[in-house]
């Protein structure tokens, strides 16, 4: 496994809200980053060569969508960079369940 100088790397679980998380705080700007619903692992994923917004949306059984409303990089008012997740079916639409993500910048 090789590294690029200045690669940056932050996973973590919160819950899931049914409401928009604001920014989850990875210190930088991601290029890619997944969310995990642990519960039924369905997960969606973007990276920089998709518009912000879009992602890519695997089911459980592996079936791969694309879906035009999904989790973006953000930052909050204080500036803290990372992650906004929305209001999202089959990832943050519960407040039962756990979610992992990473983020890669």
């Given at each position: ?75 909050d008012a ?11 079916a089959d ?7 756990s979610l ?6």
């Amino acid at each position: 496994m090789s590294s690029a100088t200045g690669a940056r790397y932050a996973a973590g679980q919160v819950k899931a809200t049914n409401a928009e998380l604001k920014v989850l705080t990875v210190g930088f700007t991601p290029k890619k980053f997944r969310v995990v619903n642990l519960t039924n692992q369905i997960q969606v994923e973007w990276n920089s060569g998709l518009p912000v917004g879009t992602n890519l949306k695997r089911i459980a059984d592996g079936t791969l969508s694309v879906i035009t409303s999904g989790v973006e990089p953000g930052s909050d008012a204080a500036g803290n960079k990372g992650l906004k997740l929305p209001v999202l079916a089959d990832i943050n639409d519960t407040t039962t369940e756990s979610l992992a993500w990473e983020a890669f910048g």
